[in-house]
């Protein structure tokens, strides 16, 4: 269930409006809200009422309006799901910003977090395929706004193939020089590539069954004040390792 | 007649097991060890509508590999004694890591039910939960607890009920998680050639055998004993290594948190980013660059000071309470008589008794601190601020505590051992602990000090007998670690828990518990021991003609025509010589002179070896010991008389000798006891007490030696 489904279009207008205001002025009244979202003091209590029911706001009339960490929550999300959606038509549609804002508004009500997702993945997609990119999407625009011509597709194409040689070779030379967990610093967060059999095998097992798998996530949170265990955040918890230990764990900066 | 059931507790540490143990059982808990190791074997009883449930709570591990003793120990009670349910007990705030055991479980195809403990903090951050698609992907019946509050218990219960009624069946062999192509392949060959050795099928899964044998499971392999299968897995293993690039165990382990990452992304939905908790927050300042060794350091302060000043008061009461004791016991018999009888309940029973309880205030007081530690979580933090410096003697951080509290005394701080999981790092801090010079041996370095050295190296010299204390426990922790307890270094892979507020009942159960296993175990060993020293002062009395040549002179002396004054202080002279007399003429004095040969390398004569045989009692015991073979009467530390005789029958270097021998000779009888109790074998308590005597002489002797060669310290 995600929290969209939840609430109706207008309710999640309230939550979205009253979070700009906290986040502008540290608290919300009524008539902030009213003005925002250009509607009638009565509709503003009700919909307050409605809200509180949920849990989602702290409201007593007269008195000024907080969310609650549910209702933050909710509102972090609907405000997610408006700049996913705004940005999409910035950045892949070439929309401009006024109609983007205008019409994400609207749409982000009635999209499901799977549609959502799906955007976002889609926009990055655009970004990293070698046959998209930032240029692809211009060329769009310009497709847009000129009549369709194919005059200077060979020339692009083969500039593009330069660049995914280019991309590629530099992605190998980040794979070719993996780090050591070891030599990673306070705050820096990782992703573990590999565990080389050079180690202990009953260090290496150990750490493994902790949760230091290939592909999961690493942050070092601080080291000991003597300079040797460090304290990882790994799958939500804290590991403390000793650095000789963790020599033979390969990971990639992020 | 009552319906039976055999319920095991498994579940990381950390998770809450112990509180939803006590939650269960309440009072009625019963505390031993498992044969053979240091683990603590806690069963209770729950009764539940017309069954009686005995639950057995396992220890704490994170997984169920041969890893650790605690891990051999949980999974050979889940394969061997068939437990009806096995209940995992689950943090369900930090699932992933958690339901690596829980996979195992699975595998192994135990009864089982889950436990999502500590739900509501998992709730505040920001998890839901599918419980039924969790309890289809890991097969079991899952029920949210609150350990603390005291919630989903009856849930629990039930759940475990219907699980024993009809336990869930599962087909020979079956696969229960995918380990993906290239492993896959291997165990089924392995699995192959299990199934056609009949005497293992009927032991074994053969699926479970086969993850097992791959997995290099060394537990497993011991039971198994096949070399065709040994060099099929060895094949296997180097085939993995190739195409992988890792061992198969390390890849055995991440396709099984691949299976949970899998299981969680379906059935886990997290709305709160996971931001910076409160516990983060303390562990900015706990474990600082700056701050964390001074707090660390005045925490053990405070620590210390709980254990040996607050717990001072109610040792002087329990001192007070035996010496009234004995007062009224003495009362029984008419003055001036020497009755066995009296003797032995005296000096004998309320003497050693009391020299058991003595200690009680101290351990309660200690484990209360340790407990409020330990639940709190900063214990953890302790291992990880001084693990580079305990890493370099080879032991663990959390050896650190143990050694410290040795300084007060040896016995607390050999049952602090207990916080270190690994028996190896265990064994050693045992061995070595006695090495800190404790409170009792403070009167010996008091009474021997002033006697031999000028004032301005009073400080110094029991600076110097403290520090030679330390370097040879470092030193003898690595001479241990390469020699009897050698073997590969255990990793120190350590969970952080987040800090919690430890709850009352949790700590003083755990306290109450230390208290009583000390009483039981260790006190019956101490009195033992104390009324054998008792004997060996005592016996043989001397002889009749020996005796009444005292009593004749003393009667001669009250008739003689003299002071009163004159007269007591005569009588007591004669007292002094008798009782000289009898200890020399004791199995302890006999013991002491047969020994002079030892004991003359080192500079000492009978009299020293008999006061040592005395503070094998307790340390202190030696100084009062030295007043009897001095015949200088009731002695203490400040005694001037006693200091003049030592000053005129020995040198300075044979007084600094007497206080390096009794810093690192013998712990006393109580410690050896404890070490019996806590190491689980009298082999490695003997050990302590012949091992660190032979130290001591070693190092005496070569001290003496030197020192009388180089003529040091001979005026």
């Keep these: 269930m995600t929290v969209c489904q939840m609430l109706s279009s207008s309710m999640e207008d309230y939550l979205e409006a009253i979070y700009h205001i906290i986040s502008e002025k540290g608290a919300a009244r009524a008539k902030d809200i009213s003005k925002r979202l250009k509607v009638g003091a009565s509709s503003v209590t009700g919909a307050l009422k409605a809200l509180k029911k949920r849990g989602m706001v702290n409201y007593a009339p007269y008195d000024v309006i907080t969310l609650t960490s549910r209702g933050e929550a909710a509102a972090l999300d609907v405000i997610r799901c408006h700049e996913v959606l705004r940005d999409f038509m910035i950045k892949v549609l070439a929309v401009d910003e006024v109609d983007a804002d205008a019409a994400a508004c609207r749409m982000e009500h009635s999209i499901t977090k799977k549609i959502l997702e799906r955007f976002i993945q889609f926009a990055e997609f655009v970004e990293v395929c070698p046959r998209g990119g930032a240029k692809w999407i211009a060329g769009f625009g310009y497709r847009c706004d000129h009549d369709s011509s194919l005059d200077n597709c060979e020339s692009c194409i083969s500039q593009c193939l330069k660049g995914v040689q280019m991309r590629k070779k530099q992605q190998e030379e980040k794979i070719m020089t993996p780090v050591s967990l070891k030599s990673l610093k306070k705050g820096q967060r990782a992703k573990v590539v590999k565990v080389r059999t050079t180690g202990s095998a009953a260090a290496s097992k150990r750490i493994v069954e902790m949760g230091v798998t290939p592909g999961s996530l690493v942050e070092v949170e601080r080291i000991a004040p003597l300079g040797d265990p460090i304290d990882v955040r790994i799958r939500g918890y804290h590991l403390s390792l000793r650095k000789d230990e963790i020599e033979n764990i390969d990971v990639e900066l992020i | 007649m009552k319906h039976k059931l055999v319920v095991a507790l498994a579940g990381n540490p950390n998770a809450g097991k112990t509180t939803i143990f006590n939650n269960l059982t309440g009072t009625k808990q019963h505390v031993g060890n498992y044969p053979g190791v240091t683990v603590e074997r806690k069963e209770g009883s729950c009764p539940y509508g017309d069954t009686e449930m005995k639950i057995v709570d396992l220890p704490g591990t994170y997984s169920l590999t041969a890893y650790s003793e605690d891990e051999v120990v949980a999974r050979n009670f889940i394969i061997d004694e068939h437990p009806d349910v096995v209940v995992d007990v689950i943090d369900a705030s930090n699932l992933e890591r958690n339901l690596y055991l829980t996979v195992q479980l699975m595998e192994l195809g135990v009864p089982l039910v889950l436990t999502f403990n500590m739900s509501d903090t998992a709730r505040i951050r920001g998890f839901e939960f599918d419980l039924e698609k969790l309890s289809s992907f890991f097969r079991a019946p899952i029920v949210e607890t609150v350990g603390n509050k005291g919630k989903g218990f009856d849930q629990l219960l039930s759940a475990v009920n219907a699980v024993a009624a009809s336990p869930p069946s599962r087909n020979f062999g079956e696969k229960i998680i995918d380990y993906g192509k290239e492993l896959e392949e291997e165990l089924s060959i392995i699995q192959e050639m299990i199934e056609a050795d009949q005497a293992l099928v009927q032991k074994f899964d053969p699926r479970w055998l086969a993850v097992k044998l791959l997995e290099n499971d060394k537990e ?365 003429h004791s199995v302890a004095g006999r013991i002491g002179t047969a020994m002079e040969p030892l004991l003359k390398p080192m500079g000492f004569d009978w009299r020293i070896g008999t006061a040592l045989i005395g503070a094998f009692a307790a340390k202190e015991v030696f100084v009062a010991q030295m007043g009897i073979v001095y015949s200088v009467g009731e002695a203490d530390e400040e005694s001037e008389t006693l200091r003049d005789k030592l000053k005129k029958n020995y040198t300075p270097l044979v007084g600094f000798c007497i206080m390096l021998f009794c810093l690192i000779s013998a712990p006393c009888m109580a410690t050896i006891a404890v070490t019996k109790r806590e190491s689980n074998s009298w082999g490695w308590a003997l050990a302590q007490l012949g091992g660190l005597t032979t130290l001591a002489w070693v190092v005496t002797v070569l001290t003496f030696q030197i020192g009388r060669w180089l003529e040091i310290g001979m005026g």
Aim: net charge neutral.
């Design chain 2, 220 to 584: 497993v392999w011991g039971k198994v004993r096949s070399l065709p299968l040994e060099e099929l897995v060895a094949k296997s293993t180097a085939h993995i290594r190739d195409i992988l690039g890792e061992l198969p165990e390390t890849a055995i382990a991440g396709a099984r948190y691949g299976y949970i990452s899998g299981a969680c992304q379906e059935a886990v939905r997290s709305t709160v980013e996971a931001r910076h908790t409160m516990s983060d927050k303390i562990d900015a300042v706990v474990t600082n660059r700056v701050l964390g060794i001074p707090i660390f350091l005045g925490l053990m302060y405070s620590v210390f000071q709980l254990t040996f000043t607050i717990g001072d008061p109610f040792m002087g009461w329990i001192e007070t309470f035996f010496g009234w004791l004995g007062g009224m016991v003495q009362g029984w018999w008419p003055e001036g008589s020497d009755s066995f009888l009296q003797s032995l309940l005296l000096d004998g029973i309320i003497g050693g008794v009391g020299g058991v309880v003595i200690f009680l205030p101290n351990i309660l007081f200690l484990f209360l601190a340790i407990a409020i530690l330990e639940d709190s979580g900063y214990m953890a933090r302790i291992a990880f601020i001084m693990d580079r410096i305990m890493h370099k003697i080879g032991l663990h951080g959390k050896s650190f505590i143990p050694m410290l509290i040795g300084f007060g005394c040896s016995i607390p701080a050999i049952m602090a051992t207990r916080t270190i999981e690994q028996r190896r790092d265990r064994l050693v801090t045992m061995m070595v602990t006695p090495l800190m010079s404790c409170g009792a041996k403070l009167p010996i370095y008091a009474l021997i000090i002033p006697a031999f050295f000028p004032q301005a190296w009073y400080g110094r010299m029991l600076w110097i007998i403290y520090v030679i204390g330390i370097i040879l426990a470092i030193l003898s922790a690595k001479l241990l670690r390469s020699t009897l307890l050698k073997g590969e270094a255990i990793p120190f892979v350590m969970e952080l828990p987040p800090y919690r507020l430890p709850t009352i009942k949790g700590v003083l159960l755990h306290t109450w518990e230390r208290g009583r296993l000390y009483l039981k175990k260790a006190g019956t060993i101490i009195l033992g021991v104390s009324i054998l020293l008792w004997a060996m002062t005592t016996f043989p009395g001397l002889p009749d003609t020996l005796s009444s040549r005292y009593v004749q002179e003393r009667q001669a002396v009250e008739m003689a025509n003299l002071l009163d004054e004159e007269k007591a202080l005569q009588l007591e002279n004669i007292d002094n010589q008798e009782s000289q007399a009898a200890l020399r």
